[in-house]
């Protein structure tokens, strides 16, 4: 899997994750490399950092006392039981790390780490090194679905316009404004335009975007190359950034890269987080609008319009339509209850 969109992103979470490998038991090495092609680097590191809180706890448990960390066997691992697992997820509830610093997780983020735990054994049992597999006869934390926040019609309209004119950004911004603001506009109207992930946002190279078909190729989560199109909006944001684009002098090894930050190096995902944070608090200072919401925004308005949810699935790249069925419920209801009104059963 070629993960070069990340470009210092990249790095940063390799080092981070070689860092982490270090402090775990040599084993680790071949799990981490057995879901290279299958994962970013971000969810390796995210999988590292949470094997080193399981393990630091497993070592302070009386049947493994005589243990470090890089010890460990897989002898011990199939010691591990149902209630070692669920003892663990009581103890993240709240606890402070070896550097002192303290940490509580939720029913999110303990769900998050059970599913580490499990991909981890599930790995290594399928390969034969564990005959047993608790984390997989644990239950998950109930999760209540939160709200779905996302952008009206008439707020796209306004975010788009805030964009364009900087009206509402401070001195500061406004600063900047002239020297982003077709980039900005060009990303904002992608994410809007296409539902789009951030991730392959700031992977797309100036080559992926073929203006004749009005599409680019994006690398989805887990490596797959796939194509989206985009309509005559996004196309004339495009053309608009490109025109500045081809006139950058991007910094070495960037050369590639589609949008430049203002170091003319491959914009990151937390400074496309920071841009469309800081035009959604102009325009709905109410609700916390992040890319990924801009994203579900455009999955919204795609099946108002057609109905369509495999369709949805398939542009917005969920690999299970439930997935999407989930994300779209709201929007469902709201289909029935107009069906119910459409249906006369006497004349008025």
Known sequence: MSENYAGSEFKKYTTMLRDILKELPPFCQEFFRGIQNDTMV?????YAF???????????????ADKTVTSLSFDDLDKVTTSTVEDFLSYISYYTDEENNEYINGDRAKARKLSTLRAFYKYFCRKEKLTTNAPSLVNQPAIRDKAIIRLEPNEVADLLDAVQSGEGLNERQKQFHKRTQARDLAILTLFLGTGIRISELVGINIDDINFSENEFSIIRKGGNQDILVFGDEARAALLSYMLEREQMNAAEGHEEAMFL????????VRAVEYLVKKYAAIVTPQKR???HKLRSTYGTNLYRETGDIYLVADVLGHKDVNTTRKHYAAVSEDRRRL????VKLRED
């Open 50 to 64: 949470d094997l080193r809180i399981f393990f630091r706890f497993l070592v302070t448990q009386p049947e493994f």
């Open 289 to 291: 609008i992040s890319p």
């Open 42 to 46: 971000r969810t390796r590191y995210a």
């Open 261 to 268: 930050s203002l170091q003319n190096k491959r914009i990151t």
């Open 339 to 342: 069906a119910a009104k459409v």
